[in-house]
């Protein structure tokens, strides 16, 4: 965390440089204020994993001689075979074509968003404790 740490200190210290010129050059208040905001988010970011960083022990990404796998994790159980998000995609292409052609093909999309979600939540809800 070292590392990221340093790097948003640098970017905070470039945006308050072209904030500055920024201000100074154009007059123009809400560029200007966005870069300031920018600044101080950056500013907050880098504080936190500089904080931390001295809190934790060192992580793969601090060690010079790490190899990019020493830093995967656990990636999660995903479903080689749903169909619920093609629905899903279905639904949301029609809920997004309602707003555009008029607000009656809602009555189509949102049921088919609800069952695709639905199906998707419960697709391994297998067992003695599922519902009847």
Known sequence: MKIQGKMFIWLSAFLLVVAIVYGVWSK???GTTALFLAFGLS???GFYLGFTARRVDVGPQDN???DVADDAGELGFFSPHSWQPLGLG???ATAFLAVAVGWWMMYFAAPLILLSIWGWVFEYYRGEN???
């Open 28 to 30: 123009e208040p809400a």
């Open 43 to 45: 500013i907050m970011v």
């Open 64 to 66: 010079k001689e790490a």
């Open 130 to 132: 599922r519902t009847q």
């Open 90 to 92: 279905l639904g949301g």
